[in-house]
């Protein structure tokens, strides 16, 4: 269904980054009671990663995890979602899927909300790489993804979410939250067409 006034395309800018928003075991390990189903992201993000790298554009992972003082500050959040304090700082939950491992010169920025932006140096960062498009993939697409994406937008950049590159727990919420970003906050496209992005930023790269 398509709203008269809303659903135009941002596009693509000159300047992109990509972000891996909480891609760790946390999350993508079965076992643990914050898992969703993201072995297909996995394999996508995989391609992005590769594709990003060869272009040398900014790649940036977020993990969320709480050390003891951390609870105070996220109190609210905590006792909204009890399952968060499996997110302890330093156990192997809060370590980023070895499958999709960030090189050493990409940074890992620990939150502890939803938006990649909040609290964390995300903003500073991208503006002092120039970029003006963030790439936005990993989970949830109804939590943390649509909250920067969100978030970017209001900071000014171009928001580009690649559909098969996020997941979330629950079939209906991705989708219905796949419609808003895409209606509302930014660009919902393939990996497909993000890869064809990448590879003319890959040509121009200095």
């Known amino acids: 269904m398509h709203i008269e006034g809303f659903g135009g395309r941002g596009g693509f800018g000159r300047r992109p980054a990509?972000?891996?928003?909480?891609m760790t075991l946390g999350f993508t390990d079965p076992e643990s009671p914050l898992a969703c189903d993201l072995e297909g992201p996995v394999g996508e993000i995989r391609k992005l990663l590769q594709a990003a790298r060869k272009a040398e554009i900014?790649?940036?992972?977020?993990?969320?995890a709480y050390r003891e003082?951390?609870?105070?500050?996220a109190a609210a959040f905590i006792d909204k979602v009890p399952a968060l304090l499996t997110l302890e700082a330093g156990s192997r939950w809060a370590g980023i899927d070895p499958r999709i491992a960030p090189l050493e010169s990409e940074p890992v920025l620990n939150k502890l909300f939803a938006s990649a932006f909040?609290?964390?140096?995300?903003g500073a960062l991208l503006t002092a790489a120039g970029v003006d498009t963030l790439i936005i993939t990993?989970?949830?697409t109804s939590g943390c993804v649509r909250a920067t994406a969100v978030d970017a937008l209001q900071h000014g950049f171009r928001p580009v979410v690649p559909r098969e590159a996020v997941g979330d727990r629950n079939p209906d919420a991705h989708e219905a939250n796949l419609y808003?970003?895409?209606?509302?906050?930014?660009?919902?496209?393939?990996?497909g067409e993000v890869l064809e992005y990448l590879e003319r930023a890959a040509a121009v790269a200095p």
């Open 69 to 73: 003082s951390d609870r105070l500050t």
């Open 118 to 122: 909040f609290g964390t140096p995300l």
């Open 138 to 140: 990993g989970a949830s």
């Open 180 to 191: 808003d970003i895409d209606a509302k906050y930014g660009d919902v496209v393939s990996v």
């Open 18 to 22: 990509l972000i891996v928003i909480d």
């Open 58 to 64: 900014p790649v940036v992972f977020t993990t969320v």
